[in-house]
């Protein structure tokens, strides 16, 4: 019987037979996010950093004072060359915004964020300040992100910097693309201010330069970092927080798409004959009903999902956004549910993709993990699997098991209001 020995190993899942769970330090797998930083807020040398750190403070800008930032050694704390910054950052009505450090090779990016967005690749800060457009790189953001700059004030922004391994950059605020860029080259960053020398943002007759103790303005390969700017007045009103570090291995189009081709081909015809189905759901009958199928042919190797509390700390699933591999490279979906807390993100080894889950129902989706398999020979090969470690919470009914039975998922659908409520998979039979 086709698959039969893929329910063999489905069962295996359920009843928990000793199969290899792969740790969240190794990308591509469950890309899970450092913590690094609670608070770096205006007006304050950083504290409370969770990892090894050079802290420092910096220079003012056109009157105002209390710049500051970390550097870590972003090699020690993730796995692979590419760096995702995923934060919170709220702007004091004078502040300034902030300077993200991605590394890049042997060199770094810096990002200014605050009435617009510029890109330096590496040099001096000197000549950077506070994102001269003059020696950036030419970004140009489409018209639809006009009513983001500049920052609004006293109000959180979800950000998140993400510099690929092969030099594709994207910067979301608000789950909302802003822009995205390729770096071919980059040279070391050094965070100096000449003296006597003007900087583009900053002040004429304050030249307050970087500091801290143990400060080495000559950035390492490597070295990633954050940088909140200056602001008027006292106070913690201006910060960055809940910040957090993870892998960005690049899943583009080159030779993993080459090996999935064989499969898209033949998920292109069952689009074309109408024959998608769909599995059981995980979860409740709450919330209103969601679809999403991309509008190419793509194979769910994904998700990134918040958890949270209910009823008096009962662990739930909050919300979920499906990671989608196409013939272009990788894409995310919208949220399905509000996140809240902390993001994490779990995603496919190269050469796998998501092909069912194991679940626990209550009124929500309490908790599932998901079930991978290796795409070989234009199909799902259901003798070569593994799962995600679990996700969510424990409570609920008896583990479920919705499809892993070798038909490609090319979408998802369920349930959906302030929380995810159910979730199913949109699979395309390729036989």
């Known amino acids: 019987m086709r ?32 913590p690094i930083c609670p608070m770096l807020h205006a007006k304050a ?28 050694q972003s090699q020690n704390l993730v796995k692979g060359a590419g ?70 004030t006293n109000v959180p922004h979800r950000i998140v910097s993400e510099l690929l391994d092969n030099g594709d950059y994207q910067l979301l605020i608000n789950e909302t693309l802003i822009f995205r860029h390729t770096i071919e080259a980059a040279k070391p960053l050094s965070l100096d201010v000449p003296p006597k020398e003007p900087v583009w943002g900053g002040s004429g007759w304050d030249r307050t330069p970087f500091a801290g103790k143990e400060f080495i303005p000559q950035l390492k390969t490597g070295q990633a970092g954050l940088i909140v700017g200056p602001m008027d007045g006292s106070g913690p009103r201006q910060f960055i927080k809940d910040v957090s570090l993870a892998s960005a291995v690049h899943r583009g189009s080159g030779e993993e798409n080459k090996h999935f081709e064989a499969l898209f081909t033949r998920i292109d015809n069952v689009r074309e004959s109408g024959k998608l189905k769909r599995s059981t759901t995980v979860g409740g009958s709450g919330g209103g009903p969601f679809e999403v199928i991309p509008d190419s042919p793509s194979l769910l190797v994904g998700f990134e999902y918040t958890t949270s509390k209910l009823y008096g700390g ?43 889950i194991v679940g626990k129902s209550g009124h929500r989706v309490d908790g599932m993990r998901l079930i991978f398999m290796r795409v070989q020979g234009g199909r799902l090969n259901p003798d070569d699997t593994y799962r995600s470690d679990w996700i969510g919470g424990q409570g609920g009914g008896p583990q479920k098991l919705c499809a892993a039975n070798g038909d490609p998922v090319v979408g998802i659908y369920g349930r959906r209001g302030h929380d995810l409520d159910a979730i199913g998979f949109i699979q395309a039979p390729v036989d």
């Open 3 to 34: 698959y039969q020995r893929s329910i063999t190993l489905v069962l295996t899942f359920i009843v928990g037979v000793a199969f290899t769970t792969r740790g969240s330090a190794q990308p591509g797998v469950l890309d899970s996010e450092i």
């Open 45 to 72: 040398m950083p504290q409370g950093l969770l990892v090894p750190a050079m802290k420092f403070t910096g220079p003012s800008g056109d009157g105002r004072r209390g710049s500051a930032g970390f550097v870590v």
């Open 83 to 152: 760096t995702r910054w995923r934060f919170v950052f709220q702007r004091d009505s004078s502040g300034y915004g902030f300077q993200v450090i991605h590394p890049f090779e042997s060199g770094h990016i810096l990002v200014t964020v605050h009435s617009g967005v510029t890109i330096h690749r590496g040099g001096s800060w000197g000549d950077i300040g506070w994102g001269n457009p003059a020696t950036s790189d030419k970004v140009v953001l489409p018209a639809a992100v006009n009513t983001i700059f500049p920052l609004k």
């Open 314 to 356: 009962h662990l739930t699933v909050k919300s979920v956004r499906p990671i989608f591999q196409s013939r272009d490279g990788e894409f995310t979906g919208k949220w399905n549910g509000l996140p809240h807390g902390k993001v994490q993100r779990v995603v496919a080894k190269p050469q796998y993709v998501v092909a069912g």
